[in-house]
């Protein structure tokens, strides 16, 4: 972060390089008050730069990028072990299966236990995978993205384009209700829909902190996945409006 620049512009520096704040941890970043932070967020949430969760967390309102795995692997990890889990119910055995790319789509490779075909872009999830071996992996070709550790390129796309999937489990770095999923580069929206129009159906895998999330590139409207599964309970409006696009809403009760 630039030292000399206002605090502000450093709490939206820190956001894009960590993802996620607190105000205590914005406090003590910056030594300075409760009050202090309060003030410059409300300045960024007037001028629609951040949003504030119901848990206090603080994002970006709009995602110009995705931060590094490692940084990602870190957050809401305790959530995307439950979606994983909830993930793996869905197999059967035979099936052909896509795993997008991400730390949710890692904790869901985990969880499989079942003879099935997997075809995915996600690095650490092939390798995951290498220690089942009723499994049958396949990693889609092209060049590995060093921020993702996974392979969007032109190449995944046209392999993903001569494939029959039976379940294409995407993930996503924002959803609503009027703009669909959300990611943050062309190639990863190209490759998800890709995956996504190949598959007989299609999964949203998603931790809550994703929810009002925007970003520059739509994967598709929320109407083109079957089952959206998440690890805890969305406002009942949300819901309301899933279960009326005939979408299977599947999360951890509390």
């Not at 894009?16 to 003030?39: G, K, W």
């Not at 889609?140 to 969007?152: D, K, L, R, T």
């Not at 796309?157 to 209700?177: C, R, T, W």
Request: with cysteine; charged share 25%.
């Amino acid at each position: 972060m630039n030292q000399d620049s206002p605090r502000y512009k450093r709490i939206l520096e820190y956001l894009d390089e960590y993802d996620v704040a607190t105000i205590n941890s914005l406090t003590n970043l910056f030594s300075v008050s409760h009050m202090s932070i309060r003030r410059d967020l409300k300045l960024l949430q007037e001028k629609g730069l951040v949003k504030v969760s119901y848990g206090g967390e603080i994002k970006r309102s709009f995602l110009n990028g995705t931060p590094l795995y490692n940084v990602k692997q870190s957050r809401f990890s305790e959530g995307k072990k439950l979606v994983g889990k909830i993930a793996a119910s869905l197999l059967q055995p035979g099936m052909v299966i896509f795993i997008d790319a991400g730390t949710t789509m890692r904790e869901f490779a985990l969880n499989i236990n079942v003879p099935v075909t997997v075809i995915t872009l996600d690095l650490h999830a092939a390798i995951e995978l290498t220690h089942r071996p009723e499994v049958n992996t396949i990693i889609c070709p092209g060049e590995i993205q060093v921020s993702s550790v996974a392979a969007y390129n032109t190449q995944a796309m046209k392999y993903l384009s001569e494939q029959v999937i039976d379940l294409a489990f995407i993930g996503a770095d924002g959803f609503n209700l009027e703009d669909g999923a959300l990611t943050t580069t062309q190639i990863k929206a190209d490759c998800k829909w890709m995956a996504v129009s190949r598959a007989i159906q299609s999964v949203l895998l998603v931790d809550s902190s994703k929810l009002g999330l925007r970003c520059r590139f739509k994967i598709c409207d929320l109407n083109r996945f079957n089952y959206l599964i998440t690890e805890k309970k969305f406002p009942d409006n949300f819901e309301k409006n899933l279960i009326k696009q005939d979408i299977k809403y599947i999360y951890e009760p509390q």
